[in-house]
T-cell receptor, first 113, second 113 residues
Framework: EDKVVQSPLSLVVHEGDTVTLNCSYE??????LLWYKQEKKAPTFLFML????IEKKSGRLSSILDKKELFSILNITATQTGDSAVYLC?????????????FGQGTILTVHP | DADVTQTPRNRITKTGKRIMLECSQT?????MYWYRQDPGLGLRLIYY???????NKGEISDGYSVSRQAQAKFSLSLESAIPNQTALYFC????????????FGSGTRLTVV
């Protein structure tokens, strides 16, 4: 059974801090790992990672994948109150599962002014 | 108009009632999914469909059924609602050419009393 585990489950920081969110996985036929941000309702896409060691960046957010150690991290630098959200990690596996995502529990990030 | 539309947005129903949640999309995607989200558990897959004639159970399909009426429509039914089906339900779509690149609906918050 495919499994995705995120840590920490919740995190409280102050504006300006840097945070690192973790995602580890155990899946057969790994194809890609995705990060989503969920504020009020629907998750919104952040990154899709398929190759080890290649950092994806978008503004203050960045993410990297390690396919040997089976994990990914999401970094947020100079956090702002608008970064407060649930961050979801998901893995897309191959074979008959190809296309459907297995999600982790999510990390609740709270950024105080 | 939203690319993926879920109706209703919120619903309160009584234990034992049959209820249908509807999802329609204008993305032209072939793949559609139903997930439920509970606090601390992330998103869990209920059912998915890779085309109109293809319906597959996810990890938590017991107590649910689905109907893919057309490429653009995918409905989720609770035959006899129970309180532990109280959750936030998401419909999502993806394209065969970019599996894992989901577009989410805004969600349906269902409360079973």
């Amino acid at each position: 059974e495919d499994k995705v585990v995120q840590s920490p489950l919740s995190l409280v920081v102050h504006e300006g801090d840097t945070v690192t969110l973790n995602c580890s996985y155990e899946v057969t036929n790994f194809r890609s790992l995705l990060w989503y941000k969920q504020e009020k309702k629907a998750p919104t896409f952040l990154f899709m990672l398929t190759s080890s060691g290649i950092e994806k960046k978008s503004g203050r957010l960045s993410s990297i994948l390690d396919k040997k150690e089976l994990f990914s991290i999401l970094n947020i630098t100079a956090t702002q109150t608008g970064d407060s959200a649930v961050y979801l990690c998901a893995v897309n596996a191959g074979g008959t599962s190809y296309g459907k995502l297995t999600f982790g529990q999510g990390t609740i990030l709270t950024v105080h002014p | 108009d939203a690319d993926v539309t879920q109706t209703p947005r919120n619903r309160i129903t009584k234990t034992g009632k049959r209820i249908m949640l509807e999802c329609s999309q204008t993305k032209g995607h072939d793949r559609m999914y139903w997930y439920r989200q509970d606090p601390g558990l992330g998103l869990r897959l209920i059912y998915y469909s890779f085309d109109v004639k293809d319906i597959n159970k996810g990890e938590i399909s017991d107590g649910y059924s689905v109907s893919r009426q057309a490429q653009a429509k995918f409905s989720l039914s609770l035959e006899s609602a129970i309180p532990n089906q109280t959750a936030l339900y998401f419909c999502a779509t993806s394209d065969q050419g970019r599996p894992g690149g989901y577009t989410f609906g805004s969600g349906t918050r269902l409360t079973v009393v």
